[in-house]
C-alpha cells in the first residue's frame, strides 16, 4: 500500500490500522506501534547485549560532572534537577546507546522516515519537572517526527522521581503561541512557560486523564510520541539517585524549529541548529526535498536578537560545565539551547551562588 500521508508518522496516521496491515512489521514491532498509537508510548528492552556495562560505565564517568552540593543544598528542594547535555560528544557509552543501530530500525520504521539522534541528556536524579510536550520546544514540519527514548541505566521506583506521562495525550493539537493569545516575544521575556503549562494542566483536568508511573527496571527503555505530556515526579529524598539517559531523535526530510519562539504569519521562526549525533554534522532544514535557504532562516529568526543585555558568556559558561565541555560558545549555545531550557546566563544580583541549570524539556 503506498502511505497517501507521507507528512505524518505512521502509527499517528488516521490510516494507521490499514498502514500497519500492509507494513510487514513482525509481531513486536506491531506491538510497539499499536502502544504508541493509543498511548503515546511504548515499553521495550534497550536492543543491546552489552548495556549492563555501558550504563555502569556512563555512571562511573559521568559522576564527577554534577554539582551534587548544590543539588542537596538547594536543587531537590526546588524541584531542580541535574543533566549533562550532549555527551555523546566525549562519552562513547553514551553515544553507543544514542545511535544504537536497531533502535534506529524501529524508530526509522514506526514514523516512514529515517531516524537520527540530535540531543542526548543524562540525568542522575529525577527531574522532578512539571509535565510538558516536547513538540513545542523542538518540533518539525511536517508535524510530529519528533521522538524521545528514555531509558533506565538502573532500577527505578517510586522513590527516586520516575518518569510520569499522560496515555493518549500525544492525540491532541500540539499547542502554538496563537491559540494561548501571546505571541513569541511574550514567551521569549518570560520564559516560565506559564501560558502552555496553564492549558496543559486545563487539558489533563477536562479530559480526566490519571497520569501514569514508570517505574523501570534497569535496561527497560520508553519511547513517547512527540505531543506526549510527560514530566518526572518528586523525589522523596535528595540522597537518592535516579540514573538515566534521554536521547532525542529528528526525522530526515524535515525542517526543525521551536514553535513557542515563532509567529510564522508575522514572519518569526526560531529554526534549530539540530547536528547529527551519527555523522557529527549539521542538518539542513529540508521542505518537500527543497532545502531552506540560509537567508530566510537568518531573515525570520525570531530568537537571534534576544540576547538579554546583562548577558555574561563567562557567567554562562561556569554555570554550566555541559556547555563549557561541549566546545560551543556561550552566546550560540544560549540562543539555540539554553534559551529555550530556561537556563540562568547571569547570577542573580545579591546572589554569589552559582546557579543549577533549569529544567528541559
Sequence with gaps: MINPLPGIPLFESPLFESLLDASGF???????????????????????????????????????????????????????????????RDNDDVRSIACNPELLRLLSRLYGRTAWPFQTLNFPVGTQQHFHSDAVFFSSIPERFMCGVWVALADIDENVGPLIYYPGSHKWPILTNDQLGCTADTVIGDPSFKPYESAWESLVHCNMIEPKLFRAKKGQALIWAANLLHG????????????????????????????????????????????????????????DGAIVPQAFIAAVDSVRVKLPMDFSSEVYLELHPDVANSGLDAVTHYLNYGIIEGRPYNRPRGNPTPLVGAPTP
Design 26 to 88: 513482525d509481531d513486536e514491532t506491531k506491538r510497539v506501534a499499536r502502544d504508541l498509537n493509543q498511548y503515546g508510548v511504548a515499553v521495550i528492552d534497550f536492543p543491546d547485549s552489552n548495556f549492563s556495562q555501558r550504563a555502569s560505565r556512563i555512571m562511573h564517568q559521568l559522576r564527577d560532572k554534577y554539582d551534587w552540593e548544590e543539588w542537596w543544598k538547594n536543587g531537590w528542594a526546588d524541584n531542580a534537577g541535574l543533566r549533562v547535555q550532549d555527551a555523546w
Design 232 to 287: 518526572g515526579s518528586k523525589q522523596t529524598e535528595p540522597g537518592l539517585t535516579r540514573w538515566s539517559q534521554v536521547t532525542h531523535y529528528y526525522f530526515d526530510q524535515c525542517c526543525f524549529y521551536v514553535p513557542m519562539y515563532s509567529d510564522p504569519f508575522v514572519g518569526k521562526i526560531s529554526f534549530k541548529s539540530v547536528r547529527n549525533v551519527l555523522t557529527g554534522s549539521e542538518m539542513p532544514h529540508l521542505y
